[in-house]
């Protein structure tokens, strides 16, 4: 079948003038060049057949985004509309809450009246603490009463209610939490009291912790030997004398008194002051040895020199008396229930060594402070949790 000329003018002038919306896509344009081109039909185009332009016209996106904004415009409109008539609707509703919670009419409610119409719409009896908090928190002006512009709905007193009980039921959970952190920490206090004896001590334990100082007392003795032997005639002489001499006669007597103070000092049971004085008893023992070191060591620098008898009369005497000066006061502050630790330098290295409650945990391990640290207190901190956990 063959096309005249005019026929294939007239279809490409209507392929050329389509509008947008009915243009050919570009597949359908190839598909109709190739069967008019075809030798079949017998038609062969001067001009090579395009697709239609595509136009957009620029008053009709200026008419759609006009459109756009009086939509946009209504909708502002509309909302705004919507806000002032909920708040129109909340504002009579609370006025009305109002003249039912105002009994008196005198345009204010009191603190009797809120509880009272609070407890009548919903259906609850009320604290006095609650309702003074309600006010408190609605009461603008401070004047203890509430005015019509203050007035809120029923609804927002009970979210407000709600609000508070939470606070209320959170702040007694955390009071829980507190009162059982402290009954922790007293039974950990408790435990480290059972594990080491630092109680008050009894009239018993007082008695009991001035004999340790019978050791250092029997082995400062030997200072004495110049006042006895100045004084043979004198009942006190003979009585160093002899103690003196039962002592000596103990086979090591001096060693077995050491070992047996520094393994009881050791038992946390025994009451802090046996113990304390029992460690002091033992260093003031050791410091009796020095005069006889100095007197040995000036020996040997002066090439096998001794000390002149009235130094050496004068340096026993003196530690003698010094010894019983010490001893004394130990002795008198142990009986009143104090710790004799205002002497110097030893008070010190016995304070460093003695346990006390803090140097144990709660399983009943020794664990000394390092106050050397500045870490010390967060350390036993640590170790405190850690000993929870476990």
């Known amino acids: 079948m063959n096309l005249s000329t005019r026929q294939t003018a007239l279809l490409l002038a209507v392929l050329t003038t ?21 030798p079949k039909f017998g038609i062969v185009p001067k001009v090579p057949l395009r697709s239609a332009p595509v136009l957009k016209s620029a008053d009709t996106d200026d ?21 002032a008539s909920q708040k129109q609707q909340i504002a009579d509703a609370a006025e009305r809450a109002f003249r039912k919670f ?42 203890g009463t509430l005015k019509l512009e203050e007035f809120v709905t029923v609804e927002q007193f009970r979210n407000k209610l709600d609000a508070l ?48 100082y019978l050791f250092p007392l029997l082995d400062g003795l030997q200072f004495a030997r110049f006042l006895v032997l100045e004084n043979p005639d004198n009942p006190i002489s003979g009585i160093i ?43 003031l023992d050791i410091a009796l040895f020095f005069p006889g070191l100095i007197a040995a060591v000036f020996s040997l620098v002066g090439g096998g020199k001794f000390l002149p008898q009235g130094v050496t009369e004068i340096g026993s005497d003196v530690m003698f008396v010094t010894l019983l000066a010490t001893l004394g006061y130990c002795t008198v502050s142990s009986l009143l229930g104090g710790t004799p630790d205002k002497i110097p330098i030893i008070s010190e290295a016995v304070n460093a060594r003695i346990p006390t409650v803090d140097m144990f945990d709660v399983q009943g391990r020794f664990t000394p402070k390092r106050t050397d640290s500045p870490n010390a207190e967060t350390d036993e901190d640590d170790e405190r949790k850690k000993d929870k956990k476990d």
Do not use: C, W
């Open 165 to 212: 009980a939470r606070d209320e039921k959170a702040q007694a959970l955390q009071a829980k939490r507190a009162a059982q952190q402290e009954e922790e920490a007293s039974k950990f206090l408790q435990a480290r009291l059972d594990m080491i004896n630092d109680r008050a001590p009894t009239t018993q334990d007082k008695l009991i912790s001035v004999l340790p």
């Open 18 to 38: 389509t509008t947008d919306a009915f243009a050919p896509s570009r597949s359908a344009t190839a598909t109709f060049r190739a069967i008019v081109t075809s």
């Open 241 to 283: 004398a002899l103690s003196y001499a039962l002592y000596r006669s103990i086979p090591f007597g001096g060693f077995i008194a050491f070992f047996a103070l520094s393994f009881l000092s050791g038992n946390p049971t025994i009451n802090r002051l046996i113990r304390y004085n029992m460690q002091q008893a033992i260093f």
């Open 102 to 143: 105002d009994t008196n009419q005198d345009g204010e409610i009191s603190l009797a009246e809120l509880k009272a119409g609070l407890e009548k719409n919903l259906k609850m009896e009320l604290s006095e603490t609650r309702v003074k908090m309600l006010m408190h928190d609605f009461d603008k002006t401070g004047d």
């Open 63 to 83: 008419e759609e985004i006009e459109r756009l904004k009086s939509m946009a415009a209504k909708l502002r409109s509309e909302a705004a509309n919507l806000e």
